[in-house]
């Protein structure tokens, strides 16, 4: 059959504005047309004010007949908001655009196929509504991993069958899940599970994620297996949205921006034996206080080992804010004195770093990472073993996962958190963050051949025959059969 013969369809991506985000739902938009070319992908864009690095990523994408970026009207987010309320109240704003949209596509059937199915952010499930009004099928693409997502949907079901609630899980010091072969301990749950003036939004938000067909998940069954069978045999787990682990789900050659200090990194890097640097990044929003600096600054120097530490600036209007760089001549009061010259020959204090190249470099030997679900992924897929020190959203689950399950890292801590006005839970203090130091870098640990045996595992997942291969499959056969020839 000739292609132009080809029965054809349309999707509907709506991502969130969020680049971390935004970046692995565009990725898994790309392997989705690479893998079948009867798709035409539409991606429809809600833009944020002052969100320049989503926009330039947007800007990069090499558009095709087969992906079509379309920018939705700007609407102004209400004023004194928390993000979590104006992200929410930015989607319904944009509810009548997206139906304009969809309805312009429909329009375009003879010559793109029909509208087969939506694909949300795990943000926007809101928006599946919308697809329902289309009589098309819904999908939320998860941007974590499965593990967090079977704690999310087990809870619901608790708080909404059982008349459970965050009081009573506080005064436990754990708790069986489904999707986890140890008990979950509460201090390793996400802040919005343990806080009654978040359990609304928590309810809501848990909610919409059992309302589509299916969920897209960026993991891969070889790394959460135990989560996946669980999913499909588990009597709790029952019943829930069919899940789809098609990941990882990253850019391995990321064309990050080039600048004379990151060129200046990789130099560097270049000139260090393999595996000897530790790596210290905590993400988009991972910023510190003066006095915990100060105890990083002396496990560094204490530990004696090679490293580069991305240490950005703390917004003043709390932890949402990204952060930003410091000024070179804030770094020396910031520091200990001293420790620029004493530590010159072996590492390196740089604010924005490429995470990708880094980790991809022979000479980085162990990651000290905020546990986010992207970094994790990088992390494994280059086998760079992490030292876990998660911050937000669900990084205590994950670093719980990588620790205690998997055994796939080492900890420094599982249950530090930051708050949304930017309070830091407590001070860790530098022998203990010394000792993760040490211990990721160790060439013939336990954890390091576990993350290499899984990084293997990770480039072949998506290869024919791989599991996240099958998955995706499966999701396309899906979709395509509610295309009628």
Known sequence: MSISMMKKAQVVFIPSSSLSHLVSTLE???LLINRDNRFRLNVLVMKLPNNS???????SLP???????INLPETSLPPNTDRASAMMALIDSQKPNVKQAVSNLTAQEQQHGPLAAFIVDMSCTTMIDVAKEFSVPSFVFFTSGVASLGLMLHLHTLFERDNFDSTQLLQKNELAVPSFVNSVPINSF??????KERESFFMSYVGGLKKPNGIIVNSFEELESHVVHSFFSHPDLAGLPTIYPVGPLLNPEPKTKSTADSDDIIIWLDDQPPSSVVFLCFGTRGSFYADQIQEIAHAIENSGVRFIWSLRKPSSKGFIPAPSDYPLSDLDSLLPNGFLDRTAEIGKVVGWAPQSQILAHQATGGFVSHCGWNSILESIYFGVPIATWPLCAEQQTNAFELVSEL???VEIALDYRVELNGEHSYLLRADKIERGIKSVLDKNGEVRKKVKEMSEKSKKTLLEGGSSYTYLGNLIDYIMNQVSD
């Not at 690095?53 to 800007?59: L, P, V």
């Not at 996400?190 to 806080?195: C, G, I, K, V, Y």
């Open 63 to 69: 558009i095709s007949d087969s992906l079509h970026v």
């Open 190 to 195: 996400p802040s919005s599970m343990l806080q």
């Open 407 to 409: 055994k796939i890292a």
């Open 53 to 59: 690095e989503a926009e330039s990523y947007i800007d």
């Open 28 to 30: 898994f938009a790309k």
